[in-house]
């Protein structure tokens, strides 16, 4: 496979190098990237409209997405949108005031949409045209308890601290799961008491493919779980198949965005840590001031023999925030 997709966004040139993630990036971008010739061409650059974010400053980035035949299913921070590809016409748009912080969008077999709404620690589920059909608190909690039906949260910059931060949902049949970054681990919203831990640090990512979920963690590891008895088979610390490969030590960046080609090899996304920003959620970074900075890039690795067999940068594309690959190949032509 040579043609990729990639979701993030570009960041501003900032007079002060510790300016608020929700602040931090001027563009949400889609690029197509070439992965043989190393060149890739810009298919979208959005910026929210005023009615669905904070204010003039906020950030504008695409989060993580799913790809469905020639329907590509994307988020903002507060809006779904559905794209026609390779057209990139966009077809859908939803943006709904529980809306904050949206991290990942997932359709349904039914036709109905999810959305992991990050800063309310909850998973709506709602039709195209924007009906709610469905709210979860991914605690267990009430959807309300700590939030109110009468805030536009479109409009609220931030609701940090999060208890749970939940980041990917995904479907294992009719069920409906979600990761949970705080609680390191998955867990099933529609048949409570399933789970699968994520025990070795905070996951991102929760892609089925196949009989397998693969998780990214942000500290650089692929946890791989087994989707029938809900159990973690393999780790693969993408760290160490680095010191034993460059035999130095390197800061991959924060991991997110995972791809498998097929058993062996999977792309993943990395984005360049802003050393400056420890506020939160960082604390796997150890070693940052005495580690090699890598920029945001993409590496294919053979998660079998344990090496990286290519690594490309993004940031020469204006890309300085990765959240998703997908697979441009599968996508019927017109």
Same mark, same amino acid.
């Given at each position: 496979?040579?043609?990729?997709? @990639?979701?993030?966004?570009? =960041? ?49 980035? #695409? ?21 026609? &590809? /390779?057209? +990139?016409?966009?077809?859908?748009? !939803?943006?709904? /005031? ?15 949409? #999810? ?10 589920? #709602? ?5 709610? @059909?469905? =709210? ?14 009468? !805030? ?13 931060? /939940? ?10 799961? &979600?990761?949970? +970054? ?6 099933? %919203? ?16 929760? %892609? ?42 390197? %800061? ?5 965005? !995972? ?10 996304? +990395?984005?360049? &840590?802003?050393?400056?920003? #420890?506020?939160?959620? &960082? ?39 990765? +959240? ?11």
């Amino acid at each position: 496979m040579s043609l990729l997709y @990639l979701l993030g966004g570009r =960041q501003r040139k900032l007079l002060f190098t510790d300016e608020d993630e929700s602040r931090l990036y001027e563009a949400a971008l889609i690029l197509r990237l070439d992965t043989e010739t190393g060149t890739a061409t810009l298919e979208v650059e959005y910026k929210s409209p005023p009615e669905a974010r904070a204010s003039e400053e906020s950030s504008h980035v #695409f989060k993580s997405a799913t790809l469905v035949g020639n329907k590509f299913y994307t988020c903002t921070s507060t809006e779904a949108l559905i794209f026609d &590809v /390779p057209s +990139f016409k966009r077809i859908g748009y !939803v943006s709904l /005031p529980c809306f904050n912080d949206l991290h990942h969008i997932a359709p349904a077999p039914d036709g109905s949409l #999810f959305v992991a709404s990050t800063g309310l620690d909850m998973v709506v589920k #709602f039709t195209p045209t924007g009906q709610v @059909l469905e =709210q979860w608190n991914v605690l267990g909690e009430n959807p309300w308890s700590r939030f109110s039906r009468d !805030v536009d949260y479109r409009r609220v910059e931030s609701t940090k601290p999060h208890q749970s931060h /939940p980041n990917a949902v995904f479907h294992l049949g009719d069920e409906v799961w &979600v990761t949970r +970054f705080s609680q390191r681990d998955a867990i099933c %919203l529609t048949h409570p008491g399933k789970r699968i831990g994520i025990d070795v640090q905070r996951p991102h990512d929760g %892609l089925v493919c196949g009989d397998r979920i693969y998780f990214t963690t942000v500290d650089g590891r692929i946890v791989i779980a087994d989707r029938s008895r809900l159990e973690v088979e393999r780790i693969v610390d993408l760290n160490e198949v680095h010191r034993a490969q460059d035999r130095e030590d390197s %800061l991959l960046g924060w991991c997110r965005g !995972v791809l498998p080609l097929d058993e062996r090899r999977a792309w993943v996304g +990395f984005t360049r &840590v802003r050393k400056t920003k #420890f506020k939160e959620n &960082v604390l796997w970074i150890k070693h940052a001031f005495k580690s090699k900075e890598r920029s945001t890039h993409l590496g294919l690795y053979d998660i079998v023999e344990g090496k990286c067999l290519q690594e490309i940068d993004l940031e020469q594309f204006g890309m300085s925030v990765i +959240f998703g690959i997908y697979n441009m190949e599968l996508i019927p032509r017109v």
